[in-house]
Nanobody, 123 residues
Framework: QVQLAESGGGLVQAGGSLRLSCAASRRTFGTYPMGWFRQAPGKEREFVAA????????YYADSVKGRFTISRDNTRNTLLLQMNSLKPEDTAVYYC????????????????WGQGTQVTVSS
């Protein structure tokens, strides 16, 4: 089972940018479709973005479309999330995970979750 570790979170002002990274432990990273989710205090974990095995297909939640970009570098076993024009409502812990199958927008379809990285956007 692949192990994932997120990094790159922090505190940023509204309108700013952050780039999240997710490092995978296995060279087979390129065989997994991947996704980013987030969870704010008191709320359920919600879908942010997903990407196919070789990065040719990407999917976004409506709330981040046009502001966030998911990408991957399979040569470095790394998943990325570029977040621009950040809003206070983007504040959450962000997680990466492996899409094991099924509805790509459902957290139940994912496994091998990382520990998460905190993103805080101040107004």
């Amino acid at each position: 089972q692949v192990q994932l570790a997120e990094s790159g979170g922090g505190l940023v002002q509204a309108g700013g940018s952050l780039r999240l990274s997710c490092a995978a432990s296995r060279r087979t990273f390129g065989t997994y479709p991947m996704g980013w989710f987030r969870q704010a205090p008191g709320k359920e974990r919600e879908f942010v973005a997903a990407i196919s095995r070789i990065g040719t297909s990407t999917y976004y939640a409506d709330s981040v479309k046009g502001r966030f970009t998911i990408s991957r570098d399979n040569t470095r076993n790394t998943l990325l999330l570029q977040m621009n024009s950040l809003k206070p409502e983007d504040t959450a812990v962000y997680y990466c995970a492996v899409h094991a199958g099924g509805n790509r927008t459902s957290a139940n379809a994912y496994e091998s979750w990382g520990q998460g990285t905190q993103v805080t956007v101040s107004s």
